[in-house]
């Protein structure tokens, strides 16, 4: 079987409704990160998340390179951000004028996010032009605000239904 273009692929992908994060990472002084769609919850018990990540980027890089990320869940008002941390224009600038602090794993977490999960890297699989990164969470934290979603291409808003 031939399987499905890419155009298809694509058309059908923007159809589904997810968050948005910005996953972060260090190795020694160097710190990265880029926004990635792609993460889920995958065990409870040890808890464990999974991101996909494109084997070009910088931060898949870094993350393999330093055994660690973060997962910084992105609130509404974090647009902006997430358009930061995907721009290739300014890759090398991304943490400027970006608020966070250093989690156990070493990995930046970043201030006003929904949530975030400092995760040391238990294991790699390769998927195509990505790698699946499985971190098991080492610390956390959480508030009660709104969440950015991305949908069809474009960011999207859940108005009103966080009290
Ligand atoms: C909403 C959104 C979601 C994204 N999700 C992912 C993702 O899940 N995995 C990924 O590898 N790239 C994803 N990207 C693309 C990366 O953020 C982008 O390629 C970034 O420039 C990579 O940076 P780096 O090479 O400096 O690490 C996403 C971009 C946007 C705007």
């Known amino acids: 079987m031939a399987g499905i273009d890419g155009e298809e692929f ?8 997810s968050g948005v994060t910005v996953v972060t990472s260090r190795a020694g002084e160097d710190i990265h990160g880029m926004t990635v769609s792609d993460f ?9 998340v999974t991101i996909c990540c494109a084997r070009e980027s ?18 509404a ?5 997430s358009n930061q941390f995907a721009s290739k ?14 989690a156990e794993t070493g990995a930046p977490m970043i201030a006003g996010c929904l949530a975030n999960l400092d995760c ?5 699989h390769e ?6 990164y499985v971190g ?12 950015l979603i991305y949908w069809g291409g474009g960011y999207r808003r859940l108005k009103g239904l966080v009290p």
């Open 10 to 17: 694509r058309e059908c992908l923007a159809r589904w409704a």
């Open 136 to 147: 098991r969470i080492m610390a956390s934290r959480w508030h009660n605000r709104e969440p």
């Open 120 to 124: 040391e890297l238990v294991a790699t």
């Open 127 to 132: 998927a195509g032009d990505h790698l699946i």
């Open 40 to 48: 889920s919850g995958t065990s409870l018990d040890p808890p464990l």
């Open 77 to 81: 008002d974090q647009e902006d951000l």
């Open 89 to 102: 224009k300014h890759e090398m600038e991304r943490f400027v004028g970006v608020e966070f602090d250093q």
């Open 58 to 75: 910088m931060t898949t890089e870094l993350i393999g390179r330093g055994g660690c990320f973060a997962v910084n869940i992105l609130a």
